[in-house]
């Protein structure tokens, strides 16, 4: 089954630089995106609880990805008028759609990290011993 993209009449196809998809795609492959998704798997999480739980990742964008994620509808932003207000993010049904994939990748790269590493010692040794 084919699916036309319905803002453009045409069939999506992510190697295509016109179609929308390619544009989805580069902003859910992007590693904050992954993090935030994978850690939103657990359940609704607070801004400063992502800031905690995803080591390295600025204020900035923590910010711009949430914002990202809440406009492509993979997150809900929720806020709680207290003093201070209280901001809860979780993931919608079509951002739970998108844990599913992100979780798998997190369990691959984890399960072969090892490997990764003896090619990535291996391509090192090779290429110093070709002078390059």
């Not at 179609?19 to 798997?41: E, F, N, P, S, Y």
């Not at 709680?80 to 739970?96: K, N, Q, S």
């Amino acid at each position: 089954m084919v699916t036309i993209v319905e803002s453009i009449g045409l069939p999506a196809d992510v190697y295509s630089a016109k179609c929308a998809t390619r544009q989805v795609l580069d902003h859910i492959a992007g590693k904050w995106t992954v993090l935030i998704v994978d850690a939103l798997r657990d359940g609704t999480m607070r801004y400063t609880d992502l800031s905690r739980r995803i080591e390295g990742v600025s204020q900035k964008m923590l910010t711009q990805t949430l914002r990202g994620l809440e406009a492509d509808g993979f997150v809900l932003r929720t806020v709680t008028p207290t003093i201070p207000p209280r901001v809860d993010y979780e993931l919608t049904e079509l951002g739970r759609s998108l844990g599913e994939p992100i979780r798998a990748l997190r369990e691959w790269t984890e399960t072969h990290i090892n490997e990764i590493e003896r090619a990535r010692v291996t391509a090192a040794e090779r290429k110093a011993a070709l002078g390059y």
